[in-house]
């Protein structure tokens, strides 16, 4: 049984803030519209006995993963792509630089997917010929 977190991955820039849309729908009284704000070593905005550890930026989840802890107990969330205003990350230097450098080139960045490959493929159509 593990006692302890192990120490963050320091290759990998480190989500510490998300800002989200509400994941709920707005109660009558038209409450719950604020954004929600997910951030590293807070509470949990739905759970304020637990503590967010960690969070990740997931592309094949199709959000981020926020994990949180009361110290017994743990819990994953996926925030999905669609609710998400912002996703702040914080990185060591080393790790920028490479950031960057994969940013400004024009070769793809071998994490990612091919654009081609997500794409549904779209025929073009010309009303014209059509009779």
Not at 13 to 29: A, G, I, K, Y
Not at 58 to 69: F, K, N, Q
Not at 79 to 101: A, F, G, H, Q, Y
């Amino acid at each position: 049984m593990m006692t302890g977190l192990p120490p963050p991955n320091q290759r990998h820039p480190m989500v510490m803030r998300v800002v989200s849309n509400p994941l709920f729908p707005e109660d009558p009284n038209g409450n719950n519209r604020e954004p929600i704000v997910w951030v590293l070593s807070e509470m949990h905005p739905f759970i304020p006995a637990m503590k967010i550890v960690r969070m990740f930026y997931d592309v094949d989840a199709g959000g981020v993963e926020i994990y949180s802890t009361d110290g017994k107990k743990g819990v994953r969330h996926i925030v999905p792509m669609n609710v998400i205003r912002l996703v702040e990350e914080v990185m060591s230097m080393d790790v920028l630089c490479n950031e960057l450098e994969i940013a400004e080139s024009d070769e793809p960045d071998p994490d990612e997917p091919d654009p081609e490959e997500t794409q549904p493929a779209v025929q073009a159509h010309d009303d014209r010929t059509s009779t």
